[in-house]
C-alpha cells in the first residue's frame, strides 16, 4: 500500500515557476514508477510525465517538454516536478500517481493517487 500527498500548488504569474512535491508512505516507494497527472476544467485528466523507480528513466508529454522537469528522491520518498516558463494553459489540478500497470500514459494504469493540489496561472 502507498499512501501519496501532493504539495507546492498556488498561484503564479505567467512566466513564472512552481515545484511540486508528491511525498509517499508505506509500500515499497523505491521500487515503482511514479507519474504526474493534471485536469483543467472541462477537461479529462492529462498524462505530464513519469520517472521510473530508479529515477534513471523519465518521459514528459509534449506539452510540457523542455518546461517541467519530474525527478525522485527515494531517500526521502518524495517525487517532484519543477514547472518553469508557466503560463495559462498550465492551470489545472495536477495529481501525483505511483504503480503503473502496462503503460504509464493513461490513468487507468496507475494503482494509487494523491489528492491533488491547485496550480494556476495568471496572465
Known amino acids: 500500500q502507498v499512501q501519496l500527498v501532493e504539495s507546492g500548488g498556488g498561484l503564479v504569474q505567467a512566466g513564472g515557476s512552481l515545484r511540486l512535491s508528491c511525498a509517499a508512505s508505506?509500500?515499497?516507494?523505491?521500487?515503482?514508477?511514479v507519474g504526474w497527472f493534471r485536469q483543467a476544467p472541462g477537461k479529462e485528466r492529462e498524462f505530464v510525465a513519469v520517472i521510473s523507480w530508479s529515477g534513471s528513466t523519465t518521459f514528459h508529454a509534449d506539452s510540457v517538454k523542455d518546461r517541467f522537469t519530474i525527478s525522485r528522491d527515494n531517500a526521502k520518498k518524495t517525487v517532484y516536478l519543477q514547472m518553469n516558463s508557466l503560463n495559462s494553459e498550465d492551470t489545472a489540478v495536477y495529481y501525483c500517481?505511483?504503480?503503473?500497470?502496462?503503460?504509464?500514459?493513461?490513468?487507468?494504469?496507475?494503482?494509487?493517487w494523491g489528492q491533488g493540489t491547485q496550480v494556476t496561472v495568471s496572465s
Open positions: 508505506d509500500g515499497t516507494f523505491s521500487s515503482i514508477p
Open positions: 500517481a505511483a504503480d503503473p500497470d502496462g503503460s504509464w500514459k493513461e490513468p487507468s494504469d496507475y494503482r494509487f
